[in-house]
């Protein structure tokens, strides 16, 4: 089974940053497959935030982080990572990797003064 873990969350004063990492174990050929960062507000839908492709590479953002938050990979680590600068109140989530359907334990992410 897919399995992926998120950590890096915390609580940061708007304008912070935090780096968010995940480790992405049963998952052959990991550099093959495009992963995604997504997000959730408690009682609102999951708002998708940004997608690393796998093969040849390159990346998509919501309009909501773009030019804000930096996705990477490290293939030979199994690992994706979101870089997320200039937060603000409203990128308040639990964010979590996923891999097509698939979504680990997310990580809580709290900007507020």
Known sequence: ?????????????PGGSLRLSCVVSGLEEFSEYGMSWVRQVP???IEWVSTAYGGS???AYADSVTG????????AKNALY??????KS??????????GPV?????????SS
């Open 1 to 13: 089974d897919v399995q992926l873990q998120a950590s890096g969350g915390g609580l940061v004063q």
């Open 43 to 45: 009682g609102k839908e």
């Open 57 to 59: 590479g390159g990346a």
């Open 68 to 75: 804000r938050f930096t996705i990477s990979r490290d293939n």
């Open 82 to 87: 979101l870089q997320m600068n200039d937060l």
């Open 90 to 99: 409203e990128d308040t989530a639990v964010y979590y990797c996923t891999y």
């Open 103 to 111: 979504r680990g334990q997310g990580t809580q992410v709290t900007v």
